[in-house]
């Protein structure tokens, strides 16, 4: 075993006893969980225990339910009815604080999650950047809300008011970006804010609960721990929750939606699974397509909704890229994630390997062979990704989302067998075409772009740059995430009307020139 470099070091275990409700950092004195990771810091493997967070309940979830409805106070609480560019400054001062707590951050990302050092540093500044640019991209909302215009006698001044209560769910496997990607534009646009932290990366929160309570009025953003049953169960039973924001997977979503008395009043913004597809064209280009493909399905071991999961390549060139691609996957160096260029790195979930084993085991019986060497060979907290070929739809890891390494390799013969599949699949995120004849891929993204939402030319499937929109079909996502997008999810559009007449214009005049109202206002931030 290697030396684990002392700044990554683990010199004291992280008991987060507080928790933030109406902004105070409330000392938890109850029952705890403890936090471990699948890494070990021992020659002989052993989990490594990190530290614990509290296991709250009820109580606590009918006490963060009341300061955040107390903040919002039916639209005219401090923070919904606040001028943009205060709620810009508070959230300024956030990304502040926030900066300089990127190295502990970037420790607890490897350690809870087992993302790589440098896929850990790109998460935690991408997620800074997405906040500079969502107040860049707020300020403009403003610049062209902040005029009347005027029809058949009417004049109207129309901008995007905040919705109410929303309670956010983030996943485990970007637990800071993705997490953000959901609070950040909830927050300022003037809603207030529930969080519980994911399952796996919740230590890596502590060092931001400060920055939390010190940007934001109170009640503004409140953050508690424990289970979802225990606490957002609660929290969607008050029926106070006026948006669900969560990215993770379509049956908890169910489940939460369910629990709401009235969820024709809940609005969803929801990220969820998906089964992306490659289509590998015969006149691809292999290298190219090989490495898109290594990528696609084996970044951060395949633990992305974006990941790639199943490849479809034309049986004419099949066999060679069959050879290839299992000889680059067992050529992909695992390690821990602080050491320099791994690929592969320690599973958070203790259970995923042999979940993974099972859907191995479950192909090989109905006929599939492991391509790889390496593949399917087990470790205390991994399992070597297996290719798997050739696979059928009888097969788990055909239909089921694997979310891990392992990948499915179908052929085709006709081009029409992968777009049914996608047709008949429950998911429609996105899909990685490679070829490059245009008089065949050009029919082909004319049909794709109907099949998903985002059709990767000859590259791997990814959410970013985060200026586009990243949204699904059918049960892959609701509403759309991006910097423009995700303003707009959390918000509705209202306006303030009268009729065209000296009487009125007037009062309007006399209510921009008093700068009275912060909705009826035409100054805005450059």
Not at 110 to 118: A, C, N, Q, R, Y
Not at 140 to 167: E, I, W
Not at 328 to 334: E, I, N
Not at 438 to 451: C, F, G, R, S
Request: net charge neutral; charged share 20%.
């Amino acid at each position: 075993m290697k030396a684990i470099p002392t700044e990554f070091q683990i010199d004291t275990l992280v008991h987060q006893d507080t928790y933030l409700v109406d902004g105070v950092l409330k000392k938890w004195t109850g029952p705890i969980t403890e936090v471990f990771s699948t890494i070990s810091a021992t020659e002989s493997y052993a989990p490594t225990l990190l530290g614990s967070i509290p296991a709250m309940g009820e109580t606590e979830a009918r006490e963060v339910v009341a300061a955040a409805v107390a903040a919002y106070h039916n639209g005219q609480g401090l923070w919904p009815t606040m001028k943009v560019g205060d709620r810009i400054k508070c959230m300024e001062n956030f990304v502040t604080q926030m900066k300089a707590t990127r190295s502990e951050v970037v420790k607890y990302l490897m350690w809870e999650i087992g993302k790589s050092l440098v896929d850990s540093e790109k998460e935690f500044d991408r997620t800074v950047e997405y906040i500079y640019d969502t107040i860049e991209d707020y300020k403009q909302l403003d610049r062209d809300s902040a005029r009347f215009t005027k029809s058949q006698g009417v004049n109207a001044m129309v901008r995007r008011g905040p919705l109410g209560v929303v309670l956010c769910l983030g996943p485990y496997n970007y637990p800071l970006n993705e997490t953000f990607a959901l609070l950040i534009p909830a927050i300022i646009m003037g809603n207030t804010v529930i969080f519980k932290p994911a399952k796996h990366g919740v230590l890596l929160i502590s060092p931001l609960l400060k920055a939390f309570q010190t940007s934001f009025p109170k009640g503004v953003i409140n953050i508690v721990y424990g289970r979802g049953r225990d606490v957002a169960a609660p929290i969607m039973q008050s029926g106070k929750i006026d948006i669900l924001a969560l990215i993770g997977n379509s049956k908890s979503a169910i489940a939460l939606q369910d629990l709401h008395p009235n969820k024709n009043r809940l609005r969803l913004v929801l990220g969820l699974e998906a089964k992306n597809p490659a289509i590998i064209l015969p006149d691809a280009d292999l290298d190219l397509a090989i490495q898109e493909c290594i990528t696609g399905t084996l970044s951060f071991n395949g633990q992305r909704c974006t990941a790639l999961k199943v490849l479809y390549v034309h049986e004419s060139i099949a066999s060679e890229f069959n050879r290839r691609f299992a000889a680059k996957v067992d050529a992909l160096p695992f390690g821990n994630p602080w050491e320099k260029g791994v690929a592969l790195t320690p599973l958070p979930e203790k259970e995923k390997p042999a979940y993974i084993r099972e859907l191995i085991d479950d192909a090989l019986q109905k006929g599939a062979d492991i391509l790889n060497a390496k593949g399917g060979e087990r470790t205390e907290n991994y399992i070597f990704p297996a290719v798997l070929f050739p696979v059928n739809k009888t097969m788990r890891v055909y239909h089921e989302e694997q979310f891990g390494p392992v990948i499915p390799i179908l052929t085709f013969r006709d081009i029409q067998e992968p777009l049914n599949d996608m047709a008949e699949s429950n998911y429609g995120q996105q899909v990685s075409l490679f070829g490059q004849d245009i008089k065949t891929i050009a029919p082909l993204i004319d049909t794709l772009v109907n099949l998903v939402c985002r059709v990767n030319l000859n590259s791997a499937c990814q959410r970013g740059p985060d200026v586009y929109p990243f949204t699904g079909r059918k049960d892959s996502a609701v509403a759309t995430l991006s910097i423009h997008d995700a303003l707009r999810s959390f918000s509705i559009r209202t306006f303030v009307a009268s009729k065209d007449n000296a009487y009125n214009n007037a009062i309007l005049q006399e209510l921009l020139n008093s700068k009275e109202s912060n909705f009826i206002n035409t100054d805005y931030i450059l």
